[in-house]
């Protein structure tokens, strides 16, 4: 169980430190999820009669922080523009064709070791016994780094339990004689761990919220005080005066010009109010009461403590520390003035192992519910750098499709990667003076969806770069199984090809629920955990379930799964968007759990009558690898189109299955 726990917190802790240093890592977001499944099933092959967690788990974390400690990496977004990158202005660290491959199959190693522990409970024990000590650590694990994340801890507190947990899985464990050897091999790369994340998480400029790495930095310019906010080793945005910010940049007061119509806004909602230099602004035109909506609770709090104008604390100002598109959908509120104000994310596609924090702020059906929430004569608009013309187009397509008229559009600068687009609720609440916008271009793209949430994306295809390093990732799965059995692995795994299936069936499940649950109660670092712990406690159930009572026969159970996922395509999230809050979190949680209790219930009856248990489990894991691979092709056919190749895959495992054995009337 400890091992179980140390698995999960070290997954989700390397999914955070890592991507806070290398950048890389936004922009592949399971990437160390997919290296933590291949550590894992390796770890389960080669678990045998393993008596203590390995060395090399230890010393290749040690190497893993250091490497990266010494090495960060930041970005430019390329000479693509079919894929935008919302980061750093310049490029350091490694290139990507080395960092990557680096961590990959450091996650696998450091994972591999305390999976080997677990790998010899399922040999040791009853199949479903050691499955339900499994899923306990898992749950907490998730628990302990859920509740660091709330504290805001910075990393040198997840350091030191993982050191402690692993010389409590190995230092006990040892014979006297070889104490020495183990202080060496054990304490040593854990000291260099602790000493790197001590030196980090002692900097006073950085702190940590659930989403990055913060950092400050302060200076006057001209007189005028200036403080820049970087995240993940990424400049995101500055507290500046609002006269300043008005002086320097103009453009930021237009959608005030925009959308006056001769009066100032009352009533304005800002979506993305960061540290506070757009509410400062907002009050600055003439605002009666602002509410400011903020993600991220840490960047709200600098703002609040050290913006110039202080605008948090000026009384005609309310915060919320919520999700955009949540906190629309949760309102009955009307506004003059509705703005999305730089809501710049650091991630490119969703996945089940990173945040993207705006997928669904601009979708259609998120500017149809911004119009839902403008008052008479109120308007909606949005700023930011968005480096392609094209995407200028497609978001004031995006508007026109929601208000049916065209928006007005203004681009701002030489090189017009700056633009302020702005809609009145109907064509005479909206000002465009000289600005009209001339319409989409024959190469603008659709707008993004629900379904479909990929604004960034220009094509409808999976960029080459996705698929060569998808590519690269499951042929080194196929070698790492290979080395780790000795080149028994898959004719041992071969009998459990149903399992394996299973494994990746339920990886696009789970998917789909944390993106399901994301745009119905908000894409938040709270909801993940939720929803994580929730499908934990849902596989749980199943392996009870199965352990005390006599369950239905696995046909059965396969029709069950059937028909969970064939109501999950019949309901679509955009009508459980239109159910009160209440009843949409009951109705949600039924139809995203009933297909994966089904299916774990399935899995719990198959797996207790395997001859092999590290196998037949390694198996599944390695399945859930391919699952992790399959999900981006919701970049082609969105997120629903996950559950036809769920199904599928369901489809092909319920053919393999064992013909003629117990399991099949069990």
Not at 79 to 101: A, H, K, M
Not at 492 to 513: H, Q, V
């Amino acid at each position: 169980m400890l091992s179980s726990a140390l698995m999960l917190f070290l997954e989700l802790a390397l999914i955070r430190w890592t991507g806070s240093n290398v950048v890389h890592l936004s922009y592949f977001s399971n990437f160390v999820l997919l290296g933590s499944f291949l550590g894992i099933g390796v770890g389960i092959l080669r678990s045998g009669k393993a008596k203590r967690l390995p060395y090399y788990s230890p010393i290749m974390l040690g190497l893993l922080v250091a490497v990266i400690a010494w090495k960060p990496v930041t970005v430019n977004r390329g000479s693509s523009s079919s894929v935008i990158y919302f980061t750093s202005l310049s490029t350091s660290g490694p290139p990507t064709y080395v960092i990557l491959p680096i961590i990959f199959v450091a996650a696998a190693v450091v994972l591999a070791g305390p999976a080997e522990l677990v790998g010899r409970c399922f040999a040791d024990l009853p199949r479903l016994t050691a499955y339900r000590f499994d899923l306990i650590g898992s749950l907490i694990g998730i628990v302990a780094f859920t509740g660091l994340s709330f504290l805001g801890a910075p990393p040198i507190w997840w350091g030191l339990i993982v050191t402690v947990v692993f010389l409590a899985l190995m230092v006990p464990q040892q014979k006297v004689t070889a104490t020495a050897l183990s202080a060496v091999l054990v304490a040593a790369p854990l000291l260099v761990m602790v000493g790197v994340l001590f030196h980090e998480s002692t900097r006073p400029e950085n702190s940590w919220s659930p989403y990055y790495k913060v950092q400050t930095s302060g200076f006057d310019w001209q007189g005028v005080p200036l403080l820049t906010i970087t995240v993940n080793g990424v400049p995101h945005q500055q507290a500046i005066p609002a006269d300043a910010r008005l002086q320097w940049e103009p453009q930021y007061g237009l959608p005030y010009e925009r959308a006056a119509v001769g009066k100032a806004p009352k009533n304005v909602l800002i979506i993305g109010a960061g540290s506070g230099s757009d509410v400062a602004i907002a009050l600055k035109k003439g605002a009666e009461h602002v509410d400011a909506v903020e993600i991220d609770p840490r960047i709200r709090d600098i703002g609040k403590a050290r913006h110039p104008d202080h605008p948090y604390q000026d009384p005609r100002v309310t915060s919320y520390i919520n999700d955009g598109r949540a906190y629309l959908s949760g309102t009955d509120k009307k506004y003059d003035l509705i703005l999305l104000a730089l809501p710049d994310s650091l991630t490119l596609v969703n996945g089940a192992s990173s945040l993207r924090l705006e997928s669904y702020l601009f979708t259609q059906q998120a500017f149809e519910s911004a119009k839902k929430h403008l008052a008479p004569g109120g308007a909606f608009a949005m700023y930011n750098y968005y480096r392609e013309t094209w995407l200028i187009d497609r978001l004031a397509l995006t508007a026109e499709k929601a208000f049916g008229h065209k928006p007005c559009v203004d681009k701002v600068g030489d090189d017009l990667q700056q633009a302020v687009v702005t809609v009145g609720l109907t064509e005479a609440d909206q000002t465009c003076g000289d600005k009209p916008w001339a319409g989409p271009s024959a190469i603008t793209p659709p707008p993004a969806t629900d379904n479909r949430p990929f604004l960034y994306l220009f094509t409808d295809r999976i960029p080459s770069l996705y698929l060569v390093t998808l590519g690269l990732v499951l042929v080194a799965g196929l070698i790492g199984v290979g080395i780790a059995g000795g080149g028994s692995s898959y004719r041992r795994m071969r009998p459990y090809t149903d399992l394996f299936l299973l494994g990746a069936g339920f990886m696009l499940l789970e998917t789909k629920s944390i993106t399901g649950f994301a745009l119905l109660f908000g894409t938040t670092w709270v909801v993940n955990a939720i929803v994580f712990a929730g499908v934990l406690i849902a596989v749980l159930a199943a392996v009870e379930v199965t352990r005390r009572f006599k369950t239905p026969p696995v046909k059965i159970m396969y029709a069950v799964l059937g028909a969970g996922l064939l109501l999950s395509w019949i309901f679509p999230d955009s009508w459980l968007l239109s159910m009160p809050v209440g009843l949409r979190a009951l109705v949600a949680v039924v139809i995203a759990f009933t297909p994966i209790f089904a299916a774990n219930v399935i899995f719990a009856k198959r797996f207790t009558d395997t001859e092999d248990g590290t196998a037949s489990f390694g198996a599944n894991l390695l399945g859930a690898m391919l699952g992790g691979c399959l999900e981006y092709a919701a970049l082609i056919i969105g997120f629903d189109g996950l559950l036809i190749i769920a199904a599928l895959l369901y489809a092909g495992a319920f053919l393999l299955r064992p013909k003629g054995s117990s399991v099949v009337n069990a």
